[in-house]
């Protein structure tokens, strides 16, 4: 098919000009694509607008959506053009002319004139974010200066100089350095919570031991001796490896096993001699508890030491509760068997049942126990008194040399006045009052009643009184015999280097004789304190390890301290804080 | 065949991330430091550097994007990585944090990383949603085009009225006038259309009614047609209302056109300037641990 396009454009002027425009085929296609028949480059075109197709029935115009075209001034989409019809197709009106010989159809082209008026006139809605104004540039620089400055420039140009302007920051209510703080301190810091540089004394600069010890210096104390072969290690450690701030949940002491077994877990490699054994946790590796006994003082009470308030000074040795040599030698007698015999034991008021709170008093809070002395504890039952004739009369007791004086005195006494039965079973061959015995009467006198104090001496010294308890000994000097007695002195601390509440202790299913095996303890050399397995009954090792699971766990510093308090601080620098 | 950033190179950089994930969290897990877990164990300090080179890694997507010239991998493999790299980020950082916040600057750089990385999952789903309604919507015509077929649509109603009764006249042109789509955020978000038309209301005076999508106008021309007896009036009655119904058609593709680029738009706007947010927080939170160390 032959198709006639004239193709009318109109200069500034008016004036038209024509072309023409021959097409080989059935479709006339119109649009703004280059592949268009005719092809119209203005916006309000699509790419592919319209379709003339012609056939030998009809000529059809199909507009594709969302166009639309006005034929003969009639909205439509689909229309079978007329000869003289004018289709108005976006900006440009389309004529279907008489066909002229030797085509099949003829078309003319030309602009609109009534759609001269300029689009950009008419003001366009606002339809876009950026229309409205929404900016990310302007607001970015915002942001990030308000939280740069604010939360680092600001505060940190208080730190400059004597520390005053960031004094004044706090007291307003803008970002200071509190900002900073990754988590409340401990309460037992809480009144430094505002005062960062109390710790964090220098910029860019860790934490040092001086700011600490600014406080703590006093009441201090190291974990080894000065000397020990870890004090150069200890001292390069940092306050702040073990009491870590700002965590929550606050945990100033740390309990982790794994700072003491760092060293303690191979204590050769740590410069320890080999009596101190390896750790790695309690139920695994731990060895048996050792425990400080008093080896008490073989220098006796004698008659050189009465009245002394205190025996000489008891040794102290360490020993494992496993070690054969493990004896207590306190220079006591003393069967707790007896003492605890269910069926009770005579005493002065009759059968008396006893129980460990008798002599174990607790002190005050109940973690320990309070020193077990004489009067309080065993004068009720073991009583001093020599004669039957005069109960109330007793002795005084850790003083041998008086306790003879006294003895002697009283017989002398009683057997001056006539009182010569000690037991005061015959009638005593009484004088008149006033009447003088001769010299000689009264030597014999007296040397009888010597007799009988030495005979009652004998008595309660060797075998009734002192010696139920004590070790005596007699020596014959040249003013007769004297008795030694060697001092009790009694461990009272046991486990010096762990720290046991009994008070915590005390549960409704817990009595003494759980740890403590007295009932059947027959000598005073037996050491009643419990061995590690008892307490692994019920204390685990670290928590959450497979072993411990059920047990309470049991970190090293649930029963160890770090800061021993026989050590003081060693460092020159912390010497002289404390000084 | 068109392939989404988040199917990228077979999602190369999704196992990556998981990968990265993965290991952090194992590594969470072993480590077991003598504190509570937080950014200043040696696990710490080392999820907070991988963290911050993340984030400043990510920000420079922005730069990358501009660099038209750039041969350093493609810019479709930049966003699939910006995308899966940064939504690790929230396991990364949560796990630097060891699960500790606070009112500080630490937790104001961990909260402004949320809010840009929740902005950019409703970036993500944005780009995977609407791309496909907008082009559907537009139906090939670009911006210019759709408001030109308004005003295409305009003159021709203009050059009807010049032959209809006055009073016809006044109420489409007061309905062009007052043709009001867009113009507010809410609006464009919500295709809400505030048009109105001045119209003889019941009492016989001429009032601004609402006009929502041209019906109030429609409706008023409709029955203007059925009252004209006059044939050639009702043709060209008849010819207005089907110009009218177009301009609603086109002015409702521009509605909704405004809405998907809304959207498509509008969470950058948070993305954008939160990340710098994020960034001068990060400084102060790097540069404050060590200055009060």
């Given at each position: ?17 024509t072309?023409?425009?021959?097409h ?7 649009g ?14 699509l ?6 197709k ?5 000529v ?14 009639r ?46 006139d ?53 970002p200071?350095?509190?900002?900073w ?28 031991n ?11 104390t ?54 101190v ?10 060895p ?20 002394m308030?205190?025996?000489?000074p ?30 009770g ?34 004068a ?27 003895l ?6 009683r ?5 010569a039965?000690?037991?005061a ?7 008149g009052?006033?009447e003088r ?28 009184v ?5 070790t ?21 601390v ?7 509440d ?6 409704a ?15 005073a ?7 590690i ?21 049991g ?22 804080l404390?000084? | 065949?068109h ?5 990228y190179?077979?999602?190369r ?6 990968l ?22 040696w696990?710490g ?29 493609s ?41 840009v990385?929740v ?22 015509l670009?911006a ?7 005003d ?15 009073e016809?006249g006044?109420?489409?042109r ?15 978000l919500?295709?809400r259309?505030?048009?109105?038309v001045?119209?003889?209301?019941a ?8 006009n ?82």
């Amino acid at each position: 098919m032959r198709i006639l396009i004239q193709i009318i454009s109109r200069g500034p002027g008016g004036g038209a000009e024509t072309q023409e425009k021959i097409h080989a085929g059935d479709t006339v296609t119109f649009g703004r694509a280059t592949d268009q028949v005719l092809q119209c480059n203005d916006p309000r075109v699509l790419l592919q607008h319209a379709t003339i197709k012609i056939s030998d029935e009809r000529v059809g115009l199909t507009v594709n959506s969302p166009a639309q075209a006005a034929v003969n001034g009639r909205l439509c989409r689909d229309a079978s053009l007329q000869i003289g019809d004018i289709v108005q197709l976006g900006p440009m009106l389309l004529r279907r002319l008489r066909t002229p010989a030797g085509y099949d159809a003829a078309f003319s082209l030309e602009p609109d004139p009534r759609s001269a008026v300029a689009v950009k006139d008419i003001e366009a809605p606002k339809l876009t974010l950026q229309a409205l104004g929404w900016r990310k540039r302007v607001w970015a620089w915002v942001f990030f200066l308000a939280c740069f400055g604010l939360g680092l420039l600001l505060p940190w140009s208080g730190l400059s100089g004597d520390g005053a302007l960031l004094q004044s920051l706090r007291g307003t209510p803008l970002p200071a350095d509190g900002q900073w703080s990754s988590g409340a301190l401990h309460p037992a810091h809480a009144e430094l919570e505002l005062e960062c540089e109390a710790c964090h004394a220098k910029p860019f600069q860790r934490v040092r031991n001086e700011s600490c010890l600014d406080c703590h210096s006093t009441h201090l104390t190291q974990h080894v001796a000065e000397g020990h072969p870890q004090v150069d290690s200890l001292m390069a450690d940092r306050c702040t490896t073990c009491h870590i701030e700002h965590d929550e949940p606050s945990t100033l002491v740390q309990a982790d096993t794994r700072l003491c077994t760092d060293c303690h877990a191979n204590p050769a490699a740590s410069g320890f001699d080999e009596s101190v054994l390896a750790v790695t946790d309690f139920v695994t590796q731990h060895p048996e508890f050792q425990v400080s006994l008093l080896q008490a003082s073989s220098q006796p009470i004698t008659s050189a030491m009465a009245g002394m308030a205190s025996p000489a000074p008891a040794r102290l040795q360490r020993l494992r509760l496993d070690d054969p040599r493990l004896k207590e030698s306190s220079n006591l007698e003393f069967p707790h068997k007896v003492h605890l015999d269910p069926k009770g034991i005579q005493a002065p008021t009759g059968d008396v049942v006893m129980g460990c709170a008798d002599c174990h008093t607790p002190t005050m809070g109940g973690a320990q126990f309070s020193p077990i002395n004489m009067e309080q504890h065993c004068a009720s039952c073991h009583r001093l008194e020599f004669d039957p004739a005069q109960p109330e009369r007793q002795l005084p007791h850790a003083e041998p040399a008086e306790a003879w004086r006294i003895l002697l005195g009283h017989y002398s006494a009683r057997f001056l006045e006539g009182y010569a039965d000690p037991l005061a079973t015959s009638a005593p061959n009484r004088r008149g009052t006033g009447e003088r015995l001769s010299p000689q009467e009264r030597a014999v006198r007296l040397g009888q009643a010597r007799a009988r104090a030495l005979l009652v001496a004998t008595d309660i010294f060797e075998r009734r009184v002192c010696a139920d308890c004590h070790t005596v000994t007699r020596r014959e000097t040249d003013e007769g015999p004297q008795w030694d007695v060697l001092p009790v002195q009694l461990t009272q601390v046991f486990m010096p280097k762990a720290r046991f509440d009994h008070a915590s202790h005390r549960t409704a299913d817990l009595a003494c004789s759980s740890c403590h095996e007295a009932e059947n303890s027959e000598s005073a050399t037996d050491v009643l304190m419990p061995r590690i397995e008892s307490c692994r009954d019920c204390h685990g090792g670290e928590p959450g390890a497979a072993h411990s699971r059920h047990l309470v766990p049991g970190e090293c510093v649930s029963c160890h301290v770090f800061h021993e308090e026989t050590h003081p601080l060693w460092t020159p620098s912390a010497k002289a804080l404390a000084q | 065949m068109h392939q989404s950033m988040l199917d990228y190179a077979s999602r190369r950089y999704l196992k990556i991330a998981l990968l990265l994930c993965g290991v952090s969290v194992i590594a969470y897990l072993w480590h077991d430091p003598i504190s509570p877990p937080n950014g200043g164990t040696w696990l710490g300090y080392t999820l907070g550097g991988i963290g911050a080179a993340l984030i400043l890694w990510l920000t420079a997507l922005g730069i990358r994007k501009r660099a038209y010239r750039s041969s350093l991998g493609s810019l479709q493999g930049w966003v699939s990585a910006h995308v899966y790299l940064g939504l690790s980020l929230i396991l990364i950082a949560t796990l630097h944090a060891g699960f500790q916040v606070g009112w500080n600057i630490h937790t104001l750089a961990y909260v402004l990383m949320m809010l840009v990385i929740v902005s950019g999952i409703v970036g993500v789903v944005a780009y995977l949603r609407f791309p496909e309604q907008l082009s559907a919507n537009r139906a090939g015509l670009n911006a210019t085009q759709m408001l030109q077929e308004v005003d295409d649509l305009d003159q021709r109603a203009e050059r009807l009225i010049t032959n209809l009764p006055i009073e016809i006249g006044h109420a489409v042109r007061s309905a062009r006038e007052h043709t009001r789509i867009g113009g507010g955020t809410l609006a464009i978000l919500t295709s809400r259309d505030r048009s109105q038309v001045e119209l003889p209301a019941a009492d016989g005076v001429i009032r601004l009614q609402g006009n929502d999508s041209q019906n109030r106008l429609l409706d008023w021309l409709g029955t203007q047609l059925s009252r004209s007896t006059d044939g050639e009036l009702s043709r060209r009655i008849s010819d207005l209302i089907n110009i009218v119904a177009a301009r609603r058609v086109a002015l409702r593709r521009l509605q909704r056109d405004a809405r998907v680029r809304g959207w498509l738009d509008i969470w950058l706007y948070f993305h954008v300037p939160i990340t710098f947010a994020l960034l001068g927080a990060l400084i102060a939170h790097v540069v404050s641990v060590f200055l009060y160390w």
